[in-house]
């Protein structure tokens, strides 16, 4: 798994949201936590869910972002695509079914015709603890 971490401005942030329209991708999510967690923490617990995931059989590729609230909480946005022939609603239920138990959980299906979600995750990019990753 690829780590990067940016603390500088995307001068070009359609550019890089267009990177995840062109994914053709399969779903979409929003986790949060409950507590207060760390940004280590959250990283932690954010790479352990696609561990598990992958461990259960669901070969994903995509893309993470972590954001802050305005109490400075940490969630976290991604944009994935399913990989292998696994079945697309499963793989939602196995997100929800795994991060309940650290916050909330919203798993839809990707609309590419909508395609504003990917402007959305990129916004926070020029703050300097944006954090994201490729999956």
């Known amino acids: 798994m690829n780590t990067t971490k940016t603390g500088g401005y995307i001068s070009n942030m359609k550019e890089y949201s267009s990177l995840f329209k062109e994914n ?4 979409i999510g ?3 936590f409950d507590n207060l967690v760390s ?3 959250g990283r932690y617990k954010i790479n352990k869910l696609f561990s598990y995931l992958k461990s259960k059989d669901f070969d ?6 972590r954001e802050k609230t305005k109490v400075q909480n940490i969630h976290y946005h991604f944009v994935l695509k399913l990989e292998n022939d696994r079945n697309k609603n499963e793989l939602k239920n196995m997100i929800f079914k795994y991060w ?22 990129t916004k926070s990019m020029s703050h300097n603890d944006f954090d994201w990753n490729f999956i």
Do not use: Q
């Open 24 to 27: 053709g991708n399969d779903i």
């Open 30 to 32: 929003n986790l949060s």
């Open 39 to 41: 940004e280590n923490g």
């Open 60 to 65: 994903v590729s995509g893309y993470w972002i």
């Open 100 to 121: 309940k138990y650290n916050g909330s959980v919203m798993v839809r299906d990707y609309d590419k015709e909508v395609g504003s979600f990917e402007k959305y995750m």
